[in-house]
C-alpha cells in the first residue's frame, strides 16, 4: 500500500507542473562579505596583470599579492554562498585592465584601488557582527599597509 | 559603546608605547628620527582622547607606569628599528582585540587606531629592511 501511495505521489508531482507551476526556493541573501571577496579578487587580477606588463616589480608585489590569497582563502570559507562560486572564466578580471606602461603609474593606480579597498573594508567592519569584526578590522589594516609600500 | 576592559587595556598599552618610544627615538637619526617623533606624538594623542572619553563616561582610566622593562636592549639603530616594530605590532593587536567588544562609535576609534599602528609597524619594516613588509592578518598575533 504504501508503495502504491508513493508511486502515485511521484506521478502527481511530474504531471502536476502543467497547472501548477513549481516555486523555484529563495535565494539566499547575498552575505554581506560578498562585496569584499569581489574586490579582492579583482584587486588580486590587477595586481597580476601589472606584473606582467612590469615583471620588475615582482619582488614589490608578490608579497602583496599573498596578502591578498590570505585574504580570499578566509572569506571564502565565511561566505560559503552561491554567490561566491567563481564565474564562469574565472574570477581574474578579463586582460582589458589597462595597465600603464609606466611602472610608477602603474604602482599608483594599484594604489589608488588599495584606497578604495581600505575604505571598503573599513565599512564592512564598522557594519560587522561582533564575530567577524577583528577579521575584517585585519583586512582593512592590511590594506592600509599595502598602501603604504605602494606610496 | 564598549564592553568594560577593551579601552582601558587599550590605553595601558599606548601608556606602554609612548614609554617605548623614548629609547628607540634616542637611537636613531635623520629620517627615521623623525618617524619615531610623529609615532610618539600620534601615540599621545590616541592616549588623550582615550583618557577624555573614558573619564567623560565616568570610569577611571587606567595611568601609566613609572617604568616598564623593554623586551631587549636599545642599543644601536637596529634595535631601535626592531622594538618600533613590535611596540606597533602590540598596540595593534590590543586595538584589534577591542572590535569585537565594541559597537559606534567606539569601534571606529578602535579601527583607526588598529589602522595606524599596522601602517605604522609596515613603515618600521620598511625602514628596518625586513621582508615581507606586510604581514595578512596585522594585530592577529
Redesign the interface.
Known amino acids: 500500500v504504501l508503495g502504491a501511495l508513493a508511486g502515485a505521489t511521484t506521478a502527481g508531482t511530474l504531471t502536476g507542473c502543467s497547472w501548477l507551476a513549481p516555486v523555484p526556493p529563495p535565494p539566499l541573501p547575498p552575505d554581506p562579505l560578498a562585496p569584499l571577496l569581489r574586490s579582492n579578487r579583482r584587486l588580486t587580477g590587477h595586481y597580476q596583470a601589472v606584473l606582467a606588463v612590469h615583471p620588475e616589480l615582482t619582488d614589490l608585489l608578490s608579497?602583496?599579492v599573498?596578502?591578498h590569497t590570505?585574504?580570499a582563502a578566509v572569506l571564502l570559507d565565511l561566505v560559503r554562498r552561491p554567490a561566491a562560486t567563481p564565474p564562469a572564466g574565472g574570477w581574474v578580471q578579463s586582460p582589458a585592465t589597462n595597465v600603464p606602461a609606466e611602472a610608477a603609474d602603474a604602482l599608483a593606480m594599484l594604489r589608488a584601488e588599495e584606497e578604495a579597498a581600505?575604505d571598503e573594508a573599513?565599512q564592512a567592519?564598522?557594519a560587522a557582527p561582533?564575530?567577524r569584526?577583528?577579521?575584517l578590522?585585519?583586512?582593512?589594516?592590511?590594506r592600509?599597509?599595502?598602501?603604504?609600500?605602494l606610496s | 559603546v564598549t564592553g568594560s576592559g577593551s579601552l582601558a587595556e587599550a590605553l595601558a598599552a599606548e601608556h606602554a608605547a609612548i614609554y617605548a618610544y623614548g629609547p628607540i627615538g634616542v637611537r636613531l637619526d635623520g629620517e627615521h628620527a623623525a618617524t619615531a617623533r610623529e609615532a610618539e606624538d600620534a601615540h599621545r594623542h590616541r592616549r588623550d582622547a582615550l583618557v577624555v572619553l573614558m573619564a567623560g563616561r565616568g570610569t577611571d582610566p587606567p595611568t601609566a607606569a613609572v617604568t616598564y622593562e623593554l623586551p631587549f636592549e636599545v642599543t644601536n639603530p637596529d634595535a631601535a628599528l626592531r622594538l618600533a616594530v613590535l611596540v606597533e605590532e602590540r598596540v595593534a593587536a590590543v586595538w584589534r582585540a577591542a572590535l569585537p567588544e565594541t559597537t559606534a562609535p567606539d569601534r571606529e576609534v578602535a579601527l583607526d587606531a588598529l589602522v595606524d599602528a599596522a601602517v605604522r609597524a609596515t613603515r618600521w619594516r620598511l625602514a628596518a629592511g625586513v621582508a615581507p613588509a606586510t604581514v595578512p592578518f596585522p594585530g592577529a598575533l
Open positions: 608579497p602583496l599573498a596578502v590570505a585574504h581600505r573599513a567592519c564598522l561582533p564575530e569584526a577583528a577579521l578590522g585585519s583586512i582593512c589594516a592590511a592600509a599597509s599595502h598602501v603604504e609600500v
